[in-house]
């Protein structure tokens, strides 16, 4: 078995990807402890990983929570004899414009996404780097590449996971320590069920594969990061998304293409203006998809306004529908 006799800490490991992640890790062999602040999923996960004799063992974790995660790592370090693995997997979001997010809702979309991450590798970081091998994997979001409407903060605290990725590889290559990024476009887990049908219906038809991933396709992708294949590899990327992020890439009338003329970019502005002006299923698409966010009814009738036909549009040069991402 691929990970027989290694130790590796999942967190958000109560559902979802991280869920699906530990399974896979253990049936492969692994002691896996999960971290999730779930304490009721995360003892059902270890009962019913227990009914298939699999090791794998919960203790809570609040990523929000410095001393939490003090204590959740020193808790790891006294049952097992090393850490071989860490898969920063725990993640939250809410859908909601920027204008209308309260400054808590980032602090924690900050604390839970990028700062939990970075000081519970921190605190686990001594013992691989003094065995001097260790994996690392990030779980961060395509969101955090190309950003996505209604998610700022989240793409931003994704996109900081990314980067930490690539400098923490540079830091940790001279140890033999590999840190690399997964990240998934929409799958099938508790927090994307929470979003809206129409939008959950939008990103799907966005994905040129036509159905969102399902967990345990993540986290195939994670158990490449952590096994022997990918030891020559450090510093890399990865995006699990049906090819989401081709789809985005591609020009549309909604979007000019990129490394064009200025001639070329004032056409396809055209093209736009005289979509909205010709067909009024595009422009009730395009107002569903950009206002219908908004909860704000000031906000909601400054974009439905925006929308019309004749008005001077500066969204020729946005980012299409398929970009909203998780």
Request: glycine share 8%; hydrophobic share 40%; with cysteine.
């Amino acid at each position: 078995m691929e990970m027989q006799d290694r130790t590796v800490v999942v967190t958000g490991g109560a559902s979802g990807i991280g869920k699906a992640t530990a399974f896979l890790l253990a049936r492969e062999g692994a002691l896996v402890f999960v971290g999730d602040v779930d304490e009721t999923g995360g003892r059902a996960v270890a009962a019913e990983a227990a009914g298939e004799g699999l090791a794998i063992e919960f203790l809570p974790l609040d990523l929000t929570q410095t001393a939490t995660i003090a204590e959740f790592a020193a808790t790891v370090h006294r049952r097992a004899e090393r850490v071989d693995g860490l898969v920063n997997g725990a993640g939250w979001d809410r859908i909601q414009p920027f204008l209308e997010n309260p400054p808590e809702m980032w602090d924690q979309l900050i604390q839970i996404n990028l700062m939990g991450a970075i000081r519970l590798t921190r605190a686990l970081l001594p013992s691989m780097v003094a065995a001097q091998q260790g994996k690392i994997v990030n779980v961060s979001s395509d969101a955090g590449r190309v950003g996505s409407t209604g998610e700022t903060v989240y793409a931003a605290a994704k996109g900081g996971l990314i980067a930490f990725t690539k400098s923490l590889a540079r830091e940790l290559a001279r140890y033999h320590i590999n840190v690399n990024c997964v990240c998934p476009g929409p799958t099938d887990t508790p927090l994307f069920q929470r979003q809206p049908d129409r939008m959950r219906e939008a990103l799907t038809r966005a994905i040129p594969f036509r159905r969102i991933a399902q967990p345990q396709e993540i986290a195939e992708a994670v158990m490449f990061f952590l096994g022997r294949r990918s030891d020559y590899i450090t510093g890399q990327v990865l995006s699990v998304s049906g090819g989401l992020l081709i789809a985005a890439a591609a020009p549309s009338a909604a979007q000019a293409p990129t490394n064009q003329s200025a001639e070329q970019n004032v056409r396809a502005s055209q093209q736009y203006e005289n979509l909205l002006c010709t067909n009024p299923a595009f422009r009730a698409k395009r107002i569903a998809q950009e206002c219908g966010p908004l909860t704000d009814p000031q906000l909601h009738q400054s974009c439905v306004a925006s929308l019309q036909c004749g008005v001077t549009h500066h969204r020729s040069n946005r980012a299409p529908p398929s970009e909203t991402i998780r």
